[in-house]
């Protein structure tokens, strides 16, 4: 469900392909996939550079419910998921966070370059699978440098337009629907100040207290799910 993986099961299917005599290009999908998961954004932070992407998320049939007329039966479609991709990224002396959270990045076949998924409930409807769960939004990463204790960048993804704009219509044209992205991706408002590592700080456990924040900054150590080892679940934070 993460673009990079998706991309790298298309190519394996392009090259079966070719194999097979068909003088199929992988460019040719390069318009489909850009529709289907579109860049919210990137920055810069020294070398690295940091792609935020739209990822899939299957959404739930909920049971049937009450309703004028009838029955009914919900989707819950709160929950939406992204794709974080690093490059030139060195592991044993930086991470990255989201909201706070170690994000669980795993290394592709390039060297340098790091890729996770990341899903979080985006609003909260009448009726979803977890209805108690508030929303995990807007996700502001932060580019850790452990050695120094600090974070030395990050951006800011709002799912919604962070002014509370509403639009009223869909966008006419890809411009449109790539300019309301814009709006909703921010190069700034990454966590501000110094942290020390605790007695608990390891390379494998990123446990890190902060300095010098109006509110306690307090990151859990880095956990990899057994089902689900490649995405971050917020709604379990």
């Known amino acids: 469900m993460l673009p990079h993986y998706v991309q790298q099961d298309l190519a394996e299917i392009v090259n079966d392909l070719q194999e097979a005599g068909y003088p199929f290009q992988l460019s ?8 289907r998961f579109p860049l919210y954004g990137k920055i810069q932070v020294q070398d690295m550079e940091l792609l935020v992407r739209m990822g899939i998320e299957p959404w739930h049939v909920l049971g049937e419910e009450s309703a004028r007329g009838g029955t009914a039966r919900f989707v819950d479609s709160s929950v939406e998921r992204v794709e974080v991709k690093v490059k030139n990224f060195n592991n044993e002396r ?37 209805p108690l769960l508030g929303k995990d939004v807007p996700l502001v990463f932060d580019v850790i440098d452990t050695w120094n204790h600090r974070s030395i960048g ?25 300019g309301r992205r814009i709006s909703r991706f ?18 494998t456990s990123r446990y890190l207290e902060p300095h010098q ?12 799910s057994p089902e689900y080892p490649r995405t971050l679940d917020l709604r379990q934070y």
Not at 122 to 127: G, Q
């Open 154 to 178: 990050g951006c800011t993804y709002h799912v919604a337009h962070p002014g509370g704009r509403n639009y009223d219509t869909f966008p006419i044209n890809s411009f449109e629907a790539e």
């Open 28 to 35: 040719w999908l390069e318009t489909f996939f850009e529709f």
């Open 213 to 224: 924040q109006p509110l306690n900054f307090d990151p859990p150590p880095l956990k990899i």
């Open 186 to 203: 921010w190069n700034q408002g990454h966590t501000q100040g110094t942290f020390t590592p605790s007695e608990n700080f390891s390379s």
């Open 94 to 130: 930086y991470m990255i966070t989201c909201n706070g959270v170690p994000v669980p990045l795993q290394q592709t076949a390039v060297k340098g370059e790091y890729v996770a998924g990341i899903r979080y409930r985006a609003w909260t409807p009448p009726s979803a699978l977890h």
